[in-house]
């Protein structure tokens, strides 16, 4: 990614100049740059490239073909603006917020059999009477992965004890925040939500009940139905109705009895914290600067400085922000290959869909957006949703409807895997270099891009793998 970054910098700031120069007649007789023609590739374009046209201050009458090119002229590492500079090349190992807690371990088998859907689990652990109500048993593997509230334990003395876990799966979460446009909760504090499941029932701390109909385990929310605004105070549940066990584990499980009000302290670089069974390991990014040359080469003279003031206008400023698409590793990138169809579309048309996946997060963009607001005021996002279905080899089902203004004349594409930033851009100088006797005239910009790099590239897991969304064999307890 801290290569790619380079190139997605680029191709931003070719949109950008795009933007301020494909436009359509404004008049009959003044136009600005004619909309068949690409001034960085020179080619003529077949079909009509659509924008608006933000600035009417500048009137570029019949610019003339000037050519566009933008290149990456240097990168240093950013010490002198104040931006934080880390301990470069080590990984940091820190407690992940919303995993499952670590707590004292009371007693841990691996002979755990859940033979019928419902509460029960039975085992022959020698020291079953460690294990009182009150007390969590954490699942590690099977088909009932998660940690769940002992409720209560009936001792045989055949040995095949039987543990029944309770239908309240968190209590006494902490204060919440609410959307009431998406109706989403979110918890204040870490709460370890992988156990939770869509359909299991949210009652908030004056006893109204709500279904869960989303859940977001890593960002520690959850979407509920209903129309009322929930209790945000602390003291809600959740809970499942019916079945906490909702299949049959007849292969021996493994499992722990730990004390959820002996939680285990670790240090870390935030300090003393109660520690976490899963822990991320991540490499502080670096602060980068990096400069780019946009240079524009023309045959007029007049043209020439047209085109000149509009890039002084727009960019004059001393700093604005440049939207950039940020690929990744994982990312996958097609051209559209057909228009969405008149009224917007879920289904996209590109060449290959092999390397999409269902559940793959996209964006679709062009040459000429995501850019400024029509409004002037802030910055537009890309369309983004995510894949629900792949047709064929050369269709892609989104969940949201894309708006046929994505065209293929304007090279519109889909990516996935990506992540939208807004990044510091600044206006640093302009030279110009006219060579009136050949009748030709350059003119280069220079602008400073802030940015952050991985020096590691991307983050992996350290430290305990209990993480009961993964198989983790005897071995490992």
């Known amino acids: 990614m801290s290569r790619r970054i380079f190139q997605d910098i680029e191709e931003a700031i070719a949109r950008e100049v795009r933007r301020i120069t494909f436009h359509s007649a404004r008049t009959l007789d003044k136009s600005v740059l004619q909309d068949t023609y690409d001034p960085f590739t020179g080619e003529v374009i077949q079909a009509p490239i659509e924008a608006n046209f933000y600035d009417s201050s500048a009137d570029a009458n019949h610019i003339q073909y000037p050519s566009f090119f933008v290149r990456l002229m240097k990168t240093r590492e950013d010490r002198f603006t104040g931006r934080v500079v880390p301990e470069y090349g080590k990984w940091i190992v820190a407690p992940v917020a919303n995993s499952p807690g670590a707590y004292e371990i009371v007693v841990s088998s691996s002979d755990a059999l859940i033979t019928a859907t419902g509460n029960d689990l039975t085992t022959t652990i020698f020291q079953i009477k460690k294990v009182v109500p009150g007390l969590l048993i954490r699942l590690l ?3 009932n992965k998660g940690t769940y509230i002992v409720d209560s334990v009936t001792v045989s003395n055949t040995g095949d004890h039987t543990i029944t876990v309770s239908n309240t799966l968190l209590q006494d979460l902490p204060a919440t925040l609410f959307d009431t446009g998406t109706r989403t909760v979110k918890f204040q504090s870490g709460v370890d939500l992988s156990t939770v499941k869509v359909g299991d029932v949210y009652i908030d701390a004056s006893s109204n009940t709500f279904n869960i109909t989303t859940v977001n385990s890593s960002n520690g929310s959850i979407v509920i139905d ?7 105070t602390s003291g809600s549940i959740i809970s499942r109705s019916g079945n906490v066990f909702t299949n049959t584990d007849v292969t021996s499980v493994s499992y722990l009895v730990m004390d959820p009000s002996k939680p285990v302290q670790t240090s870390t670089t935030c300090g003393v914290v109660d520690g976490k ?5 991540f490499s502080p990014q670096i602060p980068i600067d990096a400069y780019y040359l946009v240079r524009i080469d023309s045959k007029e003279r007049q043209d020439h400085i047209d085109v000149l003031n509009r890039m002084w206008e727009e960019f004059n400023p001393p700093r604005t922000a440049l939207p950039v698409i940020k690929r990744s590793s994982l990312s996958a990138e097609q ?4 228009d969405i169809a008149t009224g917007g579309s879920n289904i996209v048309t590109i060449k290959d869909n092999t390397n999409f996946q269902s559940g793959d997060p996209v964006f679709i963009f062009d040459d000429l957006t995501p850019t400024k607001s029509v409004s002037g005021e802030g910055f537009m996002r890309p369309f983004e949703s995510k894949v629900v279905g792949k047709i064929s ?9 894309v708006p046929d203004t994505y065209k293929i004349a304007n090279t519109a594409r889909i990516v996935s895997n990506a992540e939208f930033a807004l990044l510091m851009f600044h206006f640093v100088d302009h030279v110009t270099k006219d060579v009136e006797g050949s009748q030709y005239w350059v003119h280069e910009f220079t602008f400073w891009v802030q940015l952050f790099v991985d020096r590691l590239e991307t983050p992996r897991d350290l430290g305990p793998i209990t993480n009961i969304d993964s198989s983790v064999e005897t071995d490992d307890l």
């Open 141 to 143: 593997n099977g088909n």
């Open 277 to 281: 069974t899963e822990m991320a390991g």
């Open 335 to 338: 051209q559209l290959t057909v």
């Open 226 to 232: 209903g129309s009322t605004v929930p209790d945000l």
């Open 393 to 401: 080899t050369n269709q892609l089902q989104l969940a949201d409807v």
